[in-house]
T-cell receptor, first 119, second 114 residues
Framework: AQKITQTQPGMFVQEKEAVTLDCTYD???????LFWYKQPSSGEMIFLIY??????QNATEGRYSLNFQKARKSANLVISASQLGDSAMYFC????????????????FGQGTILTVHP | DGGITQSPKYLFRKEGQNVTLSCEQN?????MYWYRQDPGQGLRLIYY???????QKGDIAEGYSVSREKKESFPLTVTSAQKNPTAFYLC?????????????FGDGTRLSIL
């Protein structure tokens, strides 16, 4: 079974500052992918960044980076230079693969963190 | 532009009524998924389909049904057996059984009970 834990129900950050959203995971799958999604108040889920379990380097996508610590089973999202438009719910999710490298596709989501960016 | 279209955006159900939520994608993705989101919560998987004419139950399939007659379409029916259907429903698609590919989501349908 897979489990994602996001321990921060809400976070506040000042505009232009950096913020870290925490995510820890648990899985017995030999390979897995970790994903972060942004959900604005309008409801759509926007894919932000991906980290593979075998990736040697931390993933980066523009202002988003992932602090991946495999031994600690954590995959924290770092948003640099926060903008007012970053205010949203953020979800960490995981997708595992069996030893053959295939996945039945399920994304397991955490409970989410509401980020509020103050001007 | 490629994407996933869900309709309607808002839907109201009467007691004892079945309602169908539409999900269409033009991304040429093999896999499609339905998730349910309750207020302040993460997403839970209802059903998924990896290929046309095949689908599997997710974690909370009771009271729901799906079909996959075309690659582009994966409608979800909320039956009268689903006693608490009020939620936000999200449809997603992905390239397939490739674990490192993200799922892409539609804009969702909000279902409420009249």
């Amino acid at each position: 079974a897979q489990k994602i834990t996001q321990t921060q129900p809400g976070m506040f950050v000042q505009e232009k500052e950096a913020v870290t959203l925490d995510c820890t995971y648990d899985t017995s799958d030999p390979s897995y992918g970790l994903f972060w999604y942004k959900q604005p108040s309008s409801g759509e889920m926007i894919f932000l960044i991906y980290q593979g379990s075998y990736d040697q380097q931390n993933a980066t996508e523009g202002r988003y980076s992932l602090n991946f610590q495999k031994a600690r089973k954590s995959a924290n999202l770092v948003i640099s230079a926060s903008q007012l438009g970053d205010s949203a719910m953020y979800f960490c999710a995981m997708r595992g693969a069996n030893a053959g490298g295939t996945s039945y596709g399920k994304l397991t989501f955490g409970q989410g963190t509401i980020l509020t960016v103050h001007p | 532009d490629g994407g996933i279209t869900q309709s309607p955006k808002y839907l109201f159900r009467k007691e004892g009524q079945n309602v169908t939520l539409s999900c269409e994608q033009n991304l040429n993705h093999d896999a499609m998924y339905w998730y349910r989101q309750d207020p302040g919560q993460g997403l839970r998987l209802i059903y998924y389909s990896q290929i046309v004419n095949d689908f599997q139950k997710g974690d909370i399939a009771e009271g729901y049904s799906v079909s996959r007659e075309k690659k582009e379409s994966f409608p979800l029916t909320v039956t009268s057996a689903q006693k608490n259907p009020t939620a936000f429903y999200l449809c997603a698609s992905s390239v397939g059984q490739i674990w490192n590919q993200p799922q892409h989501f539609g804009d969702g349908t909000r279902l409420s009970i009249l």
